[in-house]
């Protein structure tokens, strides 16, 4: 009686469990633009839905779905309400063929998708624009939280975000933008990914975070962000901006054409006011002017930024801004300390290499390489003033291929579309120390214990076009005197551009790639022992 009495309690404890997950799992909502109908339950797409005035009257329960019919167009905004629960997102994704479901904001809508202090939402697949007559404040989508608490698992996935005239006046709007406000109730978000998403011809920024908990008397950074994968082009202003993160991964990302319609100082991918943020294997070119027109940017009220493994070129701005603005209140700005840029290739950027703007301190920059074509003139270390000077810049192992012109230079003053009037040396910035570089084509700045001054013998320098995959002529031949000639360097990240191991065999190359394979090398004497 026991056994079946515990058998039938088992029994019925499991349906209860089967019955809980099955109402958890949620419903599944199909809304179709052509054959759908608000009277319909909206529960199979034989009954679906018609007009996102339905969607947007609905309150979502943990687990359900809101399929959107493929080719469907739906004028207005989307704004689905409720939260969905951890492991039981909310999801907004398309069914019934290949062509995205199409949301136009019509310029009628500040966004064209929003959340508001919601969270476990997964939102993919879909097509968004967003313009008006008039510029105005516009979003493709925006996430907001407004003295809410922490948001959690936020995911933005294979979106198309194109054509919303924002205005330049205003950073968070463009493409995707993620606030929070914490006037009341401290606010943030943990667990936001934005993937894979294409987004183009918006104004003023791509995809752009804010909080007005960036300062660092109430500093409450979000966690767990991940922008990974997107690709942008044709955009206002600022490319990919995260502000107020930390542990920020910034990845596998390309941005063209930044900075097209903007008066203010923008780059295509930066950190601002955030710690650990990790950039890393993304391609940034074209990016326009000198305000400021830079690839990568470590920006002010920063710690331990890490840029690796990024191509950047044809940049008017240069490949690398590093800037603090000084004089700020420590309960303010705690600076920028601790950046580190290492593994990168610049091929003909504009004007500046690296420009180091400020009291930034405890930089280094190193297996690096840089090119300049026979067409242009670059500062290829520029340092400059913005309310002091930088101190403790190390450069080591990095590679400066100049057919055309370099120098390395300081500020002597900035004109008003950001371009510097400039003179040899490096200013009031103290404590550099330069070791191990090869300077090809352009004088040796100041003293270089190990320096290289003869062609370091890249395969086929120049030859980069579109891609990280176009680069491979920028590895060492086998000559090269770059070649296990390095300076070791601690915690250096463990790998080249490319991904090989970083020292091999005890000795580092200069520039982005360790050409030697120690593992191969080992083989090959392996195989000769055996030969004998």
Known sequence: MLTSLGGVLCLATARNASFREAKVAGNVYYVDSRGGNDANTGMSPAAA?????????TTFRPGDQILLKSSSVFRGQLWAKGSGTEGHAIRVDMYGGGVKPLINGDGLFEDAVRLKNQENWEIANL????????RAERRGVHIALENYGEAHHIYLRSLTIHDVNGVDGVKPNGGISYTSVSERKTSRFVDLRIENNEIYHVDRSGIFGWSDAWVRSKWNPSLGVVVRGNSLYDIGGDGIVVVATDGAVVENNVVGHANQRSEGYNVAIWAWSADNTLIQHNEAYGTKG???GEGFDSDWNSRNTAIQYNYSHDNDGGFLLICNEGGHDPTESTGNTGTIIRYNISQNDRTRGINIAGPVKNTAIYNNTIYVGPEHAVS?????DWHGWSEDTRLYNNIFYVVGKGEFTYGISRANDGAYETASGFGQSTENTLDSNVYFGV????????????????IAPGSGGLGRLSLAGYRLQAGSGARRSGKYIQNNGGRDFWGN?????KQTDRGASQSDDCAARQGRRSAMRQGK
Do not use: M, Y
């Not at 290829?380 to 400059?384: D, E, K, P, T, W």
């Open 49 to 57: 839905w018609k007009t996102l005035n339905k969607v947007n009257a």
């Open 290 to 292: 000198q305000r400021d």
């Open 380 to 384: 290829l270390l520029l340092f400059s």
């Open 127 to 134: 097509e968004i624009t967003n313009t008006g007559a008039q």
């Open 501 to 505: 191991g970083v020292p091999s065999c």
């Open 443 to 458: 004088a040796q700045p100041t003293a270089d214990a190990h320096a290289l001054t003869v062609n370091p013998k890249l």
